[in-house]
């Protein structure tokens, strides 16, 4: 995807949310840090030239959240999480870039329940890829891109890396690891 296709595909999903939340006071969008978050802006924006209603906007880091935060030891990067408004009977629209194994997911509906009680929560996402490992899935969905798990689905976007693209790329090799020589049977001796 080009940067004209992002665009047409957050058009279509700000039109499909509008038309699925007549009642847009009861809305709020948070993004999931890191491209989650400028595509929650984005998705408000739209919003508020279609509806004319700029809806609430948080942000959510799910770090502590994960399911390997332990494997990640000192390489975890803890960022803000910013959520202005109470999420108590809110319906929230939580808004990711890319939707694979379901654990991103998962991660930030824990980090969500931690800041209050909302009504509803909803998934919009740019990309879903598929694979999943846990049964979550997408409200609001961009395009759906088959991949194989060995693939690697790379968005980027203008905010954060000065453009707005989607490829698959091959995921680099895992470096080998050392070599063993196969330890040949002891011969025995009469």
């Known amino acids: 995807m ?3 296709a992002v665009d047409r595909v957050l058009a279509r999903l700000a039109h499909e949310i509008i038309e699925h939340h007549p009642d847009l006071d009861a809305l709020a969008f948070i993004g999931i ?8 802006e984005r998705l408000r924006g ?7 209603r700029r809806v609430p906007l948080g942000s959510l880091d799910i770090t502590l959240y994960r399911d390997d935060v332990t494997a990640m030891g000192a390489h975890a990067v803890l960022r803000e999480t ?3 408004f109470p999420l108590d009977g809110k319906r929230i629209v939580l808004v990711d ?3 694979y194994t379901g654990r991103t997911i998962r ?10 009680r909302p009504k509803s929560i909803e998934l919009a996402v740019l990309i ?3 694979h999943r490992e846990l049964p979550i899935h997408a409200d609001f969905v961009g395009k759906v891109i088959p991949t194989r798990e060995e693939d690697e689905v790379k968005v980027r976007l203008k905010e954060i890396d000065g453009e707005d693209s989607v490829r698959i790329e091959a995921r680099p090799a895992a470096p080998a690891r050392g070599m063993t020589r196969p330890r040949r049977a002891a011969s025995r001796r009469r």
């Open 2 to 4: 080009d940067a004209a």
């Open 33 to 40: 840090r890191t491209r989650g978050v400028p595509l929650a």
């Open 46 to 52: 739209v919003i508020a030239v279609q509806a004319g």
């Open 82 to 84: 910013r959520i202005p």
């Open 97 to 99: 870039d890319v939707l």
């Open 107 to 116: 991660a930030a509906l824990d980090g969500l329940n931690d800041f209050g």
């Open 128 to 130: 879903d890829r598929g």
